[in-house]
Nanobody, 116 residues
Framework: QVQLAESGGGLVQAGDSLRLSCAAS????????VAWFRQIPGKEREFIAR?????SYADSVLGRFTISRDNAKNTVYLQMSSLKPEDTAVYYC????????????WGQGTQVTVSS
C-alpha cells in the first residue's frame, strides 16, 4: 500500500517555473513506476510524464517539464518551466507497476494556476 500527497502548487505568471512534489509512504516506493497527470474541470485527465525504467513525456510538456525522483526521501518531483496559461490544472501524482503503465495509487492533487 502506498499513499501519495502532492504539494507545491500555486498561482504563477506565464513564463515562470514551479516544482511540484509528491511525498510517498512505504519502504517499497522505490519499486514503483511514478507518473504525473493533470485535469481541468469538465475535461479528461491528461497524462504528463512517467518515470520507470525509461522516461516519457506528453508532447504538450516535452522540453519544459522534467520528472524525477529521490528514493531516499520517498519523493517524486515535477519541475515545470516556461509555464503557460494552458498549463492551468489540478496536477496529480500516481504510482504503479514498472512493467505496465497502470496506476494503482493516486494523490489528492494540487492546483496550478498560470496567469497571462
Amino acid at each position: 500500500q502506498v499513499q501519495l500527497a502532492e504539494s507545491g502548487g500555486g498561482l504563477v505568471q506565464a513564463g515562470d517555473s514551479l516544482r511540484l512534489s509528491c511525498a510517498a509512504s512505504g519502504r517499497t516506493f522505490r519499486s514503483y513506476a511514478v507518473a504525473w497527470f493533470r485535469q481541468i474541470p469538465g475535461k479528461e485527465r491528461e497524462f504528463i510524464a512517467r518515470r520507470a525504467d525509461d522516461t516519457s513525456y506528453a508532447d504538450s510538456v516535452l522540453g519544459r517539464f522534467t520528472i524525477s525522483r529521490d528514493n531516499a526521501k520517498n519523493t517524486v518531483y515535477l519541475q515545470m518551466s516556461s509555464l503557460k496559461p494552458e498549463d492551468t490544472a489540478v496536477y496529480y501524482c500516481a504510482a504503479g507497476p514498472r512493467s505496465f503503465p497502470r496506476y494503482d495509487y493516486w494523490g489528492q492533487g494540487t492546483q496550478v494556476t498560470v496567469s497571462s
